[in-house]
């Protein structure tokens, strides 16, 4: 009798304010190729749909590892959204009984603190550390710090200010509700306009926000990699920020998205001075199981 070599991956999906990946468990055996699995299951047709896959992976110095890879296969730093979610399957899922997690992911360890209502987790804060205001970290085509900047963009001048949370981020202020109201083409023109632009040399992440009041922002986000998504945690973060240093918002304020609400708070004192903090929900929607060739899976080294 000759049995297919197969093997079988459980994975999750999720979101956090519609920002959806697919989560696999990669403790015991991983991936081979996860950028190519990426590009597969999140194909919005063919596959699971999403806007990437993130490994949930063994960490020496954390809980667990956050490994993320964008729709394109490309390979991310750090998600926001996708990082609560991490925090609720490893202690769902008996990974870890704490409710205060360290994560590790490739921008560094984060912090998240777990939400419940009653016994069930709801959601997660986040610590997600200091934003990084320095161009060359950023990193951006420029010797200074990048706020209220002049950009030529498709043949027109924008103002920018630039902030990475662990990955680039390019916030532009609109004075209306007119780039929320384009359609997604003439939004995605505009997106890969920015994304690609020579001023980042490592591509950009660009959020497009409207400030509604001084603790009410309002966000249409371009995520490289993926393209639009319902939300970007990081994206919020850095819009905060840079509404912040661009006198624009205090320092706690709503962020508005596609796919619900995001609290932002940068905070200015006390031990965690300088953090931003982000706080949202974390949603399971289903599970399944994928099946790939034998040779598709690798153990991971102990």
Request: hydrophobic share 40%.
């Amino acid at each position: 009798m000759v049995t297919d070599p197969m093997a079988t991956l459980e994975f999750t999906k999720m979101h956090g304010c519609g920002n959806d990946y697919v989560y696999v468990f990669a403790l015991a055996a991983r991936p081979a190729d996860p950028a190519s699995l990426a590009r597969r299951v999140a194909d919005r047709h063919f596959g699971i749909g999403g806007d990437g896959l993130i490994m949930i992976a063994p960490s020496a110095r954390a809980d667990v590892r956050m490994e993320m890879f964008n729709a394109d296969g490309s390979r991310g730093d750090m998600c926001g959204n996708g990082i609560r979610c991490v925090a609720r399957l490893a202690y769902e899922r008996g990974v870890t009984p704490k409710r205060s997690l360290i994560i590790e992911t490739d921008s560094g360890l984060k912090t998240v603190d777990l939400k419940f209502e009653g016994q069930r987790v709801c959601g997660a804060t986040v610590d997600m550390g200091e934003p990084v205001l320095e161009a060359r970290d950023i990193p951006a085509g420029t010797a200074r710090m990048i706020v209220d900047y002049a950009l030529e963009v498709g043949g027109r001048t924008e103002r920018i200010t630039a902030v990475s949370m662990g990955n680039p981020h390019c916030v532009v202020f609109v004075k209306d509700s007119a780039v929320f109201e384009m359609d997604i083409f003439e939004f995605a023109r505009l997106g890969r306009q920015f994304e690609n632009h020579a001023f980042f040399p490592r591509r950009v992440n660009t959020e497009f926000i409207w400030v509604r009041s001084r603790s009410d922002l309002k966000m249409r986000v371009w995520e490289r990699g993926s393209g639009e998504t319902l939300a970007c945690g990081t994206g919020a973060c850095a819009a905060l920020v840079a509404a912040v240093l661009s006198g624009r918002s205090d320092r706690r304020a709503v962020v508005e998205l596609s796919g619900g609400n995001l609290e932002i708070e940068w905070r200015e004192k006390g031990a965690s001075a300088n953090h931003v903090f982000m706080t949202g929900n974390a949603v399971e929607v289903f599970r399944g199981q994928l099946e790939l060739d034998a040779d598709e899976m690798i153990p991971v080294p102990r």
